[in-house]
C-alpha cells in the first residue's frame, strides 16, 4: 500500500481521479492495518504490566484507536465503491467521463467520504450500542456489495456483447 501511494504521488501520468481513488483506498487500507498493529501493542503492553495508566485514559485511547479502525473500514468500503462507478462511468459513458468525472468533482468525492467516514465512525463508537453498530456495518458492507456487483455484472454484460459483435465480423 505504501508502494502504490509512493507510485501515484511520484508519477505525474497518475495524477488523474481513478488513480486518486486507488490511492486513498490504498491509505484506509493502510491505515487498517496500522491501527490494528497499535491496538495490538497497547493491549500486549497493558497485560504485560509495561503500560500502567488509569481505565478512564486507556478506555478513551481504546475508542480513538476503534474510530480509527472503524472510519478506515468504512472509507475502504467507500473507495471500492467509487472506483466502480468511475470505471462504470468510464466504460458506459466514455465520450463524456471527463466532464463527469473532473479532478475538482473527485476531490469533492474524497473530501466527502473521508469525512463521512470519520463522523459515523466518531457517533458509532460515542453512542455505543453493539448490535445497532454491528447491524449499520453489515448493512453498509451488504448495500456497497450489491452497488458493486450490479455495476460490475453490467460492465460484464457489455464486454460480452462487445465480444459476440467482434466475434460475428
Not at 458506459?92 to 473532473?102: C, D, M, P, Q, W
Not at 453498509?140 to 459476440?164: K, S, T
Request: glycine share 2%; hydrophobic share 60%.
Amino acid at each position: 500500500n505504501v508502494l502504490v501511494v509512493a507510485a501515484i504521488a511520484k508519477n505525474r501520468n497518475l495524477h488523474s481521479p481513478m488513480y486518486y481513488f486507488i490511492c486513498c483506498l490504498a491509505m484506509s487500507d493502510l491505515l487498517v492495518s496500522v491501527s490494528n498493529v497499535l491496538e495490538t501493542a497497547v493491549m500486549l503492553l497493558l497485560e504485560a504490566g509495561v503500560l500502567a495508566t488509569r481505565a478512564a485514559v486507556v478506555q478513551q485511547l481504546d475508542n480513538v484507536i476503534d474510530v480509527l479502525i472503524c472510519s478506515s473500514m468504512v472509507s475502504s468500503l467507500c473507495f471500492l465503491g467509487a472506483i466502480a462507478v468511475d470505471r462504470y462511468i468510464s466504460i458506459f459513458y466514455a465520450l463524456r467521463y471527463h466532464s463527469v468525472v473532473t479532478l475538482p468533482r473527485a476531490w469533492r468525492i474524497i473530501a466527502a467520504i473521508w469525512v463521512a467516514s470519520i463522523l459515523t465512525s466518531v457517533l458509532s463508537i460515542t453512542y455505543y450500542n453493539h448490535t445497532v453498530v454491528l447491524l449499520c456495518l453489515v448493512g453498509f458492507f451488504i448495500a456497497m456489495l450489491a452497488l458493486m456487483a450490479v455495476l460490475y455484472v453490467h460492465m460484464l454484460a457489455r464486454a460480452c456483447q462487445h465480444a459476440r459483435g467482434i466475434a460475428r465480423l
